[in-house]
């Protein structure tokens, strides 16, 4: 698109009368290169994660950074200044790091605009409502400038969750199956038909799971882990827990979807950051009928091994084991990065206060369901539900477990989590402690 004279001022810097903002980016500017000043910061580290839900930009620097930013229309870009740096060639390195496919940027511009002032201009395809903040060391990162862009108007997942575009060749067959068989309800919503399996299985061999109300599918909210900056454990071979976890949610989310009355929802469905609250509010938006976290666990020593489910405790953890691993689950918003001042403190006090003993209960009960089915596959770490603290188990109204799969620090087992054969044995594990839950006659959330 052509640009004014107007805004050719603005790219530039050259008009006064522009509104400023606290520091966000997302393009880049060409500008002549300036001699590099005396002890300027360095860019050390250049990131970009897309998604659906929003995009994040991650500068990593040696030190603190002090930054602006404001955004213009026509076309919609995000301009953000960047002081006491100079352009060098990892900064550069962010031009060619957006992707086609980004849903909100189309192009990054990088340029020198003072002696200790580099501008990014981001050519973004929608306007967008900006989050940009700071974030201190913690672990493997140095000091990081987050940029996330979102839209501005939020993603409803429930209408994602409604207008997923699923191709189904066998929906007729079912359909027709359904209505000789009404006790096993099939999915009425738009979208939420169940995708292709290898055959049609007779009548006897349905699942006998509890109709639902409004001849409604199940819906289980699948949680993958970690994600974005936060790559969770690593295991001994390089093998990320973010990238494993993701996979086997795919697999669950295969085998869920197969089932004429069952449908899944993935609180991440690619590679970014999603906080730990949100992940919560995600399935409770969409009102799901139960919530399960996977993750793969790691400890100091490579020995240690064997599967494990966890529910919430409101007192006190059941083992230091447990403990210690809701602790380090908890912190992921500290790696993965969310901006604190956002937060709506009163909203984050209910999801930890109003978990309910019945919620507890139910938890416990399709966590040791999922437990037995996972044992009879892979050693069992624990061979009870372990109970602690985990923040993202918070939900008051949705039963929900925390699934470590195995031992990505144990270098055995690390190879089982990257073997396909094996995360498609999780996953039908999973799902056969998930519809034994149900055929016992759990409730399910109340949805209009």
Aim: proline share 8%; glycine share 6%; charged share 20%.
């Amino acid at each position: 698109m052509a640009k004014n004279n107007h805004t050719e001022q603005l790219d530039a810097g050259l008009c006064p009368n522009r509104r400023r903002f606290v520091a966000s980016a997302t393009t880049l500017l060409v500008f002549p290169i300036v001699p590099r000043i005396a002890h300027a910061n360095s860019i050390v580290a250049v990131r970009t994660w897309p998604a659906d839900d929003y995009t994040r930009v991650t500068l990593e620097l040696d030190r603190e950074l002090k930054s602006e930013h404001f955004t213009l229309a026509n076309p919609h870009r995000m301009v953000i200044d960047l002081h006491g740096i100079t352009i060098n060639s990892t900064l550069r390195e962010l031009v060619s790091k957006v992707r086609a496919n980004d849903p909100y940027i189309s192009d990054v511009r990088v340029g020198q605009f003072q002696p200790d002032v580099v501008r990014l201009v981001l050519d973004l395809k929608q306007p967008i409502a900006p989050q940009v903040f700071t974030l201190k060391p913690i672990g493997e990162y140095k000091y990081r400038l987050v940029i996330d862009l979102y839209p501005l108007v939020a993603r409803d997942p429930l209408l994602a969750l409604q207008n997923a575009e699923d191709t189904d060749p066998l929906a007729a067959v079912l359909e027709q199956l359904a209505q000789s068989q009404p006790s096993v309800p099939v999915p009425t919503v738009k979208g939420q038909t169940a995708p292709p399996v290898a055959a049609t299985p007779p009548p006897a061999q349905l699942p006998k799971v509890t109709p639902t109300p409004a001849n409604r599918p199940i819906l289980i909210a699948l949680d993958p882990g970690h994600g974005g900056e936060d790559p969770g454990a690593i295991g001994p071979g390089g093998t990320r827990e973010k990238d494993v976890v993701l996979q086997i949610a795919h697999r669950l989310k295969k085998l869920i979807d197969a089932q004429p009355n069952m449908r899944a929802y993935m609180t991440r469905d690619k590679d970014f950051f999603v906080p730990l609250g949100v992940r919560v509010q995600k399935a409770r938006r969409v009102k799901a009928d139960l919530f399960i976290s996977i993750h793969a666990d790691a400890w100091i020593k490579p020995s240690a091994r064997g599967s494990s489910v966890y529910a919430l405790s409101q007192t006190g953890a059941t083992s230091s084991a447990a403990s210690w691993l809701a602790k380090k689950e908890n912190e992921a918003d500290l790696v993965g990065g969310i901006n604190i001042g956002s937060h709506n403190k009163q909203v984050a006090q209910v999801l930890l206060d109003l978990s309910t003993a019945a919620q507890i209960n139910d938890s416990i009960r399709v966590g040791t369901g999922v437990l037995s089915e996972i044992g009879k596959i892979n050693k069992l770490h624990k061979r009870q539900v372990e109970r602690a603290g985990f923040a993202v188990l918070k939900a008051p109204d949705i039963p929900s477990i925390l699934i470590e799969t195995a031992f990505i620090s144990n270098p055995t087992e690390e190879k089982l989590l990257r073997s396909p054969a094996h995360q498609e044995k999780l996953a039908r594990a999973m799902l056969n402690g998930i519809q034994d839950y149900f055929k016992s006659g759990a409730a399910l959330a109340q949805r209009s």
